[in-house]
């Protein structure tokens, strides 16, 4: 009872007391292998110990593309803002080493020096500079071309033209950056990925007379994925003559689907496979080593071009032996109605049992005859329904 509403999980349904059950089967975990790519296509992979840090800042673009929106916001604002105030100070030292800071004193104190004659005697080198204040607020109305007319940079000071070029310049190079920055994340590749999908688990089944692995693969969007290729490897632990041993071996395999080659045409949902031969890794697969002990994961990778914005993109999923159903094949999904081919997504994982022998592909190409032991299964067809026929003419009798 407490399992069906979710408080415990399955692999620790209780069946019967707790105190009739061992010690050691009781605080039994269920082991699995670790994933080397996520259902998701996130690569479960830790970098640690880089001790050349200094490589990332060689490419700094790159590295704020890749920091999370946060970290990116706050760089950015935190350059403005050092902006802002550097040369907020740089226009302060300037009118402090001008006179101009004394000059304002002075006029505040005896408004009477500020006559027609005395203001032509002095020009300073921006007007209306008080102290630090005005200073930074001068600074944000030049690197921003607020322009509130209040404060302006006169010709007694070349020092000061000098200073506004230069924070004209650094001001349009972080615009620059902040914008392209902004656009690169907003249309990274993985995003276009995000409507490419495929089914949760893959299957084992019989096609032709041959052990094929199979897999469905969708796109929901209208717009083509171009030039779209997919391929395989399987992730494994191996170990040479040597006595080297590989952890995570990528091992190629061959793939087959409709069009041929590794290139697909990925308008409606298409099942991809793999023959299971002599050549395969999975070659001597079979029921008995599709649990989560075993150390295997395949790994899917979907390439193309967007249509509309011309930039690559990439998605990525995985199946460990566990997500693979053996004896079972996809269900149709595609149907013709009304005059064209509709898809139904809400079965785009379903399965069906299908007559599969139970051995590996070894076993099934030594001994032929475990095929003529095969009750054959119904053939899958495109379904028709709703399907209209307007007569194009009519039968009428003849006049007598």
Same mark, same amino acid.
Request: with cysteine.
């Given at each position: ?138 600074? $944000? ?34 615009? %620059? ?19 490419? $999908? ?40 191996? %170990? ?161």
């Amino acid at each position: 009872m407490l399992s069906r509403k979710g408080i415990i999980p399955e692999e620790y349904v209780l069946t019967r007391l707790a105190e009739d059950v061992p010690d050691h089967a009781r605080y039994r975990a269920r082991e699995r292998r670790a994933r080397f790519v996520g259902k998701n296509g996130a690569c479960n992979v830790a970098h640690k110990n880089i001790r050349e840090q200094g490589r990332f800042l060689q490419d700094v673009f790159t590295t704020l593309v890749d920091l999370k929106w946060p970290h990116t916001l706050l760089i950015f604002t935190m350059s403005f803002l050092c902006s802002w105030l550097l040369f907020g100070m740089v226009w302060w030292l300037i009118a402090f080493a001008h006179g101009d800071l004394d000059h304002s004193t002075r006029l505040q104190r005896d408004p009477a020096e500020g006559t027609a004659g005395s203001a032509a005697a002095f020009v300073p080198c921006v007007t209306s500079i008080h102290s630090f204040t005005s200073a930074f607020l001068f600074s $944000i109305e030049v690197q921003v071309t607020i322009g509130f007319g209040g404060r302006m940079v006169t010709e007694e000071c070349p020092a000061a033209i000098l200073v506004l070029i230069v924070q004209n310049i650094v001001g349009l190079v972080i615009n %620059a950056i902040m914008l392209g920055c902004i656009f690169m994340k907003t249309s990274q590749a993985h995003r276009r990925a995000e409507t490419l $999908i495929f089914s949760k688990h893959a299957v084992i089944a019989l096609r032709e007379g041959r052990l094929c692995f199979m897999l469905r693969v969708g796109d929901l969007r209208k717009s083509m994925i171009i030039s779209a290729t997919i391929r395989m490897q399987v992730v494994k632990k191996t %170990a040479s003559l040597e006595g080297e041993v590989v952890p995570l071996n990528q091992i190629d395999i061959q793939m087959e689907n409709p069009v041929g080659g590794n290139s697909i045409f990925l308008v409606s949902p298409l099942i991809i496979y793999h023959v299971i031969d002599k050549n395969s890794p999975l070659y001597d697969i079979s029921p008995m080593n599709l649990h989560h002990h075993e150390d295997l994961e395949i790994i899917v990778i979907l390439e193309g071009v967007v249509e509309t914005t011309g930039i690559t993109t990439q998605a990525r999923t995985s199946y460990l032996a566990d997500e693979i159903l053996w004896g079972q094949r996809f269900v149709p999904i595609v149907a013709e109605e009304d005059g064209r081919y509709s898809v139904d997504y809400s079965k785009f994982g379903n399965t069906v049992k299908v007559p599969t022998p139970s051995c590996t592909a070894r076993q099934l190409e030594e001994d032929k005859s475990i095929m003529d032991t095969m009750p054959l299964s119904p053939k899958g067809t495109i379904r028709k329904r709703s399907v209209k026929l307007k007569p194009k003419f009519t039968i009428s009798e003849e006049p007598s």
